[in-house]
């Protein structure tokens, strides 16, 4: 399975941290966004995908573990500004994961999966990332679906939202079991970034991170959500 890192990022939500893709493969076909408007499939960022996927980018897991471990102590970085999870489809490949895993030890890195949660296997690799200290957010495509992977208790839970008539600032959201959201604050501040905001990398908050649909497919992402607001 062929990843790319790349050590400082140009991108404007992220930040100047480490960000890394992994080759599509690694998607999830449980994903309701595959090929059906996730963001990074589009512009220059898709295109840098393809090139990861083809191997034309990319480089062995080994060699990606080697260059995490290399990163700064208390480093910031986020894996995955495109892919998933080591594995093809929706299984998770424990030990490429385990490796990441030890890789980020005194870092702080963290992520997103779509992989399915509906077996003990999966849910025990997400368990032990978070303990050890890579945040694997689990992405929920509604809040209804929200409230479930939070009742796992395994790790954070992040959400897709639609897009706000106010882009987010000031509005109260909650889950139908009155679990917090929180809208991305690099989506409803300017200047504020992964670098400077890091609630991502909580493992242990109390509350859902909301994104906003956005790319080029924003409106199909927001069909994909075709669920209820909650606010106060």
Not at 74 to 102: C, F, M, S, T, Y
Not at 107 to 121: E, L, Q, V
Request: charged content about 20%; overall charge positive; aromatic content about 6%.
């Amino acid at each position: 399975m062929y990843a790319h890192i790349t050590l400082k990022s140009n991108n404007v939500k992220t930040g100047p941290i480490p960000v890394t893709t992994t080759e599509a493969r690694s998607c999830p076909d449980a994903c309701p966004l595959k090929k059906n408007g996730c963001y990074a499939e589009a512009g220059p960022l898709g295109m840098h995908w393809r090139k990861v996927k083809r191997g034309e980018r990319g480089i062995t897991w080994a060699k990606l573990t080697k260059a995490i471990d290399g990163l700064p102590e208390g480093q910031l970085w986020r894996h995955n500004q495109a892919g998933d999870l080591p594995g093809v489809g929706d299984a998770i490949d424990g030990e490429k994961l385990a490796a990441l895993v030890d890789a980020n030890v005194g870092k702080h890195g963290f992520t997103y999966t779509h992989k399915p949660m509906d077996n003990a296997t999966s849910r025990r690799f997400v368990r032990e990332a978070n303990r050890k200290g890579f945040t694997i957010n689990l992405s929920a495509d509604n809040l209804h679906e929200a409230d479930t992977l939070a009742s796992l208790g395994i790790g954070p839970v992040a959400t897709l939202l639609p897009r706000l008539q106010s882009g987010g600032r000031g509005v109260k959201l909650f889950t139908p079991a009155g679990r917090r959201v929180i809208v991305c604050p690099a989506q409803t501040h300017e200047h504020v970034t992964c670098a400077s905001c890091k609630l991502c990398a909580l493992a242990d908050r109390p509350f859902i991170v909301g994104f906003l649909a956005h790319g080029s497919s924003v409106r199909k992402a927001e069909a994909v959500f075709n669920g209820d607001l909650f606010s106060a």
